[in-house]
């Protein structure tokens, strides 16, 4: 009984937000100079996949909360990086799904830049004592480090493609590929190599892929993608410094940032791109490298951390928003 009054009383929720309405905007390519306004994700259809899984409204209460922007603010500072485990490779990613239904505490890694095996453990203790709770092997090799986990999906750059492929973990099948158009695979990526030319994050808006653009002289893309519909829906060309000068770039309520070297023990994050508001800044925030080879920085928008791989070690950094 419970439970079909926690989903009626989701229901009552949705429908009022459905009264409200939301524009939706056509497929677009702009400068970053101009002002644009992200468009919202289907708070309904994740609430409803998440009050069917969990059989929870609080959690689906708690998930959806995490897509709403309007509480966002800047970056103030990031802290020195916490270390929680170290593995066999240099560069890697490590993540945790944000929307936490593969389970909140489940830790993902895909070591090296070049491979096709991800490995999914249960919690951090697992994750430190190095015992896998399952193995996938992906259909396809993946170019770089930026993959990410988001709901049931993984999100990966096809090896020398221009592709990004959606994987189901539940099923293990690829639900379907995007084309990252303008992409040439290879030829742009991050200071440190990796072919880190796709960069996918995700934020409070969704998801996101920051990529190499020489259209753009070389300087950042980010593009905001339909999880839903599969397609790329915003793009925005960055008046960064070039891709090959800059060590990595994370995205963290609708704002871009770069951080400026990838080996450097003591850095700054060097530029910032609020895409709500079309203004860029040097915010100059600290940043450290503690271990000189970071070849991954991520943001977490559950946990409101950074997670990154720092030459074999995973760590993580608090954030503090003005």
Same mark, same amino acid.
């Given at each position: ?10 229901? %009552? ?196 892929? %920051? ?112």
């Amino acid at each position: 009984m419970f439970r079909y009054l926690a989903l009626l009383c989701l229901q %009552l929720v949705l429908l009022s937000v459905d009264v409200l309405g939301s524009t939706q905007e056509k497929p677009r390519i702009k400068r970053a100079s101009s002002v644009q306004q992200s468009p919202k994700l289907s708070v309904k259809h994740l609430a409803l996949v998440l009050a069917e899984k969990h059989d929870d409204r609080n959690k689906a209460k708690e998930s959806i909360s995490i897509l709403q922007r309007d509480s966002c603010t800047e970056i103030k500072s990031i802290g020195k990086p916490i270390t929680h485990n170290t593995r066999w490779l240099n560069y890697g990613a490590w993540m945790k799904d944000p929307l936490g239904i593969m389970g909140t505490e489940t830790i993902f890694t895909m070591e090296h830049f070049h491979s096709d095996a991800v490995q999914e453990f249960e919690n951090m203790a697992k994750f430190k004592a190095g015992l896998p709770r399952k193995t996938y092997k992906l259909p396809y090799y993946w170019d770089g480090t930026g993959a990410v986990v988001y709901g049931p999906y993984l999100f990966f750059n096809r090896a020398n493609t221009n592709y990004i492929v959606k994987y189901n973990l539940q099923t293990e099948r690829v639900e379907t590929q995007i084309t990252l158009s303008g992409y040439l695979p290879r030829k742009n990526y991050y200071q440190w190599g990796g072919y880190s030319g796709v960069d996918l994050a995700v934020d409070e808006q969704g998801l996101w892929v %920051l990529w190499g653009s020489t259209s753009n002289s070389r300087r950042l893309v980010a593009s905001k993608i339909d999880v839903y519909k599969n397609v790329l829906i915003q793009t925005w060309s960055l008046n960064t410094e070039i891709m090959n000068a800059m060590g990595n770039a994370f995205v963290a309520c609708g704002v871009i940032y770069c951080v400026d070297s990838y080996n450097s023990k003591s850095t700054t994050i060097n530029f910032a791109y609020d895409t709500k508001t079309g203004k860029q800044r040097n915010p100059n925030i600290q940043f450290t490298n503690q271990y000189g080879y970071n070849s991954m920085v991520d943001y977490n928008p559950r946990e409101k951390v950074l997670y990154a791989w720092d030459n074999k070690r995973q760590v993580t950094y608090s954030i503090t928003f003005e």
